[in-house]
């Protein structure tokens, strides 16, 4: 009888751990089958997450950006051109004025160079290089050298470096803004630059 109860029990234990082996297989295949969705669903979010991070949803925008900025700028190379400017200083006067060469370079600047002169002796030379910095705006980088027989004792004015011209208002002239005289005090120098025919 205890024999009997034995064997029993014992085919009781083996057919629960056979039922478990088969509800863990079916378990498993129940997961593999579900795994493309939800292999899919993850990759669904990973796109909304990009989406709205700006590192990935901006950087396409970015490099067209800087695309179109390079083919402007080699358009408005391209576009340059060579040409003469009338200029003044007022002490030379404004009826009879000089004029400087403004030739393209290789990048925004110009080369400018010229003169004014008047049968006294006095003059204004400009020499260096000159860019477009706005509609109103010019930079230069170079020489200015005045001379007028009644300023300065005589002597040559030289300003050098980096200078800028302005038009004021709605003049369509553009004045050195480093205006005093080498003199000092209140004598002004007014260099004047015009507009002309380069592309300047």
């Given at each position: 009888m205890v024999r009997f109860l034995g064997l029993s029990i014992k085919k009781l234990v083996m057919k629960l751990i056979t039922n478990l082996l088969l509800i863990t297989t079916i378990s498993i295949s129940i997961s593999c089958t579900q795994n493309p969705r939800s292999n899919q669903n993850k990759m669904e979010t990973k796109k909304?997450?990009?989406?709205?991070?700006?590192?990935?949803?901006?950087?396409?925008?970015?490099?067209?950006?800087?695309?179109?900025?390079?083919?402007?700028?080699?358009?408005?190379?391209?576009?340059?051109?060579?040409?003469?400017?009338?200029?003044?200083?007022?002490?030379?006067?404004?009826?009879?004025?000089?004029?400087v060469e403004v030739t393209?370079?290789?990048d925004e600047w110009y080369r400018i160079k010229g003169s004014q002169k008047n049968k006294a002796g006095d003059y204004l030379t400009i020499d260096g290089k000159i860019k477009r910095i706005s509609k109103k705006e010019l930079e230069f980088d170079g020489t200015i050298i005045t001379k007028v027989s009644h300023n300065n004792n005589s002597e040559p004015c030289v300003k050098e470096g980096k200078?800028?011209?302005?038009?004021?208002?709605?003049?369509?002239y553009f004045r050195l803004q480093n205006m005093t005289n080498c003199e000092g005090g209140m004598l002004v120098d007014y260099v004047d630059i015009y507009a002309g025919t380069s592309s300047l």
């Open positions: 909304e997450i990009d989406s709205i991070n700006p590192e990935f949803s901006y950087k396409p925008e970015i490099e067209d950006s800087l695309s179109s900025v390079k083919s402007d700028e080699k358009t408005y190379v391209a576009n340059k051109k060579a040409g003469k400017h009338p200029i003044s200083l007022q002490w030379i006067g404004w009826d009879i004025r000089g004029n393209p370079m290789n200078q800028s011209f302005f038009a004021k208002d709605d003049r369509t």
